[in-house]
């Protein structure tokens, strides 16, 4: 089954607002975690990633959480524009205990930004 | 652009066709990846190739046949593909071993109709 999934198929949130995107994920030996940015007809773009033995990581407009004792990882775009309208996609490695090489993904929240 | 380059964007091809997808990347990454994507399915990994020798075939039929002559090349091979193979083929790769971890660069995907 699915290791890594998204609370929200869809999200739609105000230009200017703060938007969250949520992902919860299942395999406690999980220790790198990755969000993507998919536009229409593109592959997907990093965004930002974090290792898990850290809390939070930030970058320009876009903050990752990351809280080990539920298994849930979350994305903060700040002040959303335009330009953020995508589907996210949450990703885990497997570092421990074998599994498949590259990333598992969910499948993704599509973010709308309302003018 | 992410580095990588796939050909062609789009394929139309009938059951009993043979066809390839071509992907190159110009990063210097030692590792190469194909991913498929459905709609309303999170990404699949199906190929993983390390330095020209395939290292992961995550179950997929064998009318799908991958082909690594170097590491800068990466060819799918498509031959009796089923309606249920159409989707979006995305190519990816890394560099195994450098700074920039379990990080992933996609190319833009070919967009795959089996009539």
């Known amino acids: 089954g699915e290791s890594v999934g998204l609370h929200l198929p869809t999200l739609s949130v105000q230009e200017g607002d703060n938007s969250i995107i949520n992902c919860a994920y299942s395999?406690?030996?999980?220790?790198?975690f990755i969000w993507y940015k998919q536009e229409s007809g593109k592959g997907p773009q990093f965004i930002i990633d974090i290792r898990s033995n850290m809390d939070k990581r930030q970058g320009q407009r876009v903050t990752v959480l990351l809280n080990k004792t539920v298994k849930h990882l979350s994305l903060q775009i700040a002040a959303t524009q335009p330009g953020d309208s995508a589907v996210y996609f949450c990703?885990?490695?497997?570092?421990?205990?074998?599994?498949?090489?590259?990333?598992?993904f969910g499948k993704g929240t599509h973010l709308i930004i309302q003018p | 652009e992410t580095g990588v380059t796939q050909t062609p964007r789009h394929l139309v091809m009938g059951m009993t066709n043979k066809k390839s997808l071509k992907c190159e990347q110009h990063?210097?990454?030692?590792?190469m990846y194909w991913y498929k994507q459905s709609a309303k399915k999170p990404l699949e990994l199906m190929f993983v190739y390390n330095f020209k020798e395939q290292t992961e075939n995550n179950s997929v039929p064998s009318r799908f046949s991958p082909e690594c002559p170097n590491s800068s090349h990466l060819f799918l091979h498509l031959h009796t593909l089923q309606p249920e193979d159409s989707a979006l083929y995305l190519c990816?790769?890394?560099?195994?071993?450098?700074?920039?971890?379990?990080?992933?660069?996609f190319g833009s995907g070919t967009q795959l109709s089996v009539l």
């Open positions: 990816a790769s890394k560099l195994r071993g450098g700074t920039e971890g379990e990080k992933l660069f």
């Open positions: 990703a885990e490695n497997i570092r421990s205990g074998g599994g498949a090489d590259g990333l598992t």
């Open positions: 990063l210097g990454h030692n590792a």
């Open positions: 395999n406690s030996a999980s220790d790198y």
